[in-house]
């Protein structure tokens, strides 16, 4: 089993990258493809850069150049549900573009026209193993449910309800939508390990600084935990 793991940021990738017996690194356009074994895993990992385009590239070159049978999107997020506080973890159980807005045609919002899907859902496979991994971590509360992705990182109350009128999510990010999208139309399996970084709102950019090292290194952690278990 080969995993593909994308984090939008370096830092959401160096933990993994730090402890990875790595044989090749490849260039494709702009983005570096990190090819080798990670706790005795054939693991490919990318970092993408953050934003709903970068993600989808990067999914995209992944599938088409190593065939993962799983990509894991690694990283943080901001939290929509008053169960996930900062160094909590959210698990998708499905992934929503939010701000994809066809109403004015009569589409429900978030629809991506062409496939005609609102939500995205994780592999149940997948999220059990994410489950079972944050489960063997003691003291750092999980939740499972919705993810919703936006090219914005939200920076106000008014913005977290606005998404929140519209769908039952329970974090927020710029990536994992995307990737989502780009799995199933390829028919890869895939999940969404986030940790909260924020709340979302007025003082996520002070949360976000002060918290992104932490919540960066805990979804490493997951990952790898992720990996011990074996094949699917």
């Known amino acids: 089993m080969r995993v593909g793991i994308i984090g939008a940021m370096q830092n959401e990738v160096t933990k993994l990258l730090e402890c990875m017996s790595i044989r090749t690194v490849d260039r494709v356009s702009v983005t570096d493809y990190y090819v080798g074994t990670l706790d005795d895993r054939e693991v490919v990992i990318a970092k993408s850069g953050p934003g709903k385009v970068n993600a989808a590239i990067c999914a995209q070159t992944m599938i088409l150049k190593y065939a993962p049978d799983v990509i894991l999107n690694t990283g943080v997020a901001g939290s929509l549900s008053h ?6 973890t959210a698990v998708a159980s499905a992934v929503v573009q939010y701000d994809v807005d ?3 045609v009569g589409d429900p919002i978030g629809l991506i026209s062409g496939i005609n899907v609102v939500e995205f859902p994780s592999d149940a496979a997948v999220v059990e193993r994410l489950t079972r991994a944050l489960d063997a971590i003691p003291d ?7 993810v919703a992705t936006g090219d914005k990182f939200l920076k106000s109350k008014g913005e977290k309800d606005e998404i929140l009128k519209h769908f039952t999510a329970i974090a927020c990010d710029m990536e994992s939508g995307s990737i989502g999208q780009v799995c199933y139309v390829n028919q890869t399996a895939f999940g969404i390990i986030r940790t909260i970084s924020d709340n979302a709102d007025s003082t996520s950019h002070i949360d976000y600084a002060q918290f992104l090292e932490l919540a960066a290194s805990r ?11 074996g094949a699917l």
């Open 83 to 88: 169960a996930l506080a900062v160094g909590d």
């Open 102 to 104: 066809t109403t004015a």
């Open 140 to 146: 750092v509360p999980y939740q499972v449910g919705m």
């Open 219 to 229: 979804s490493a952690a997951v990952a790898r935990l992720f990996l011990h278990q």
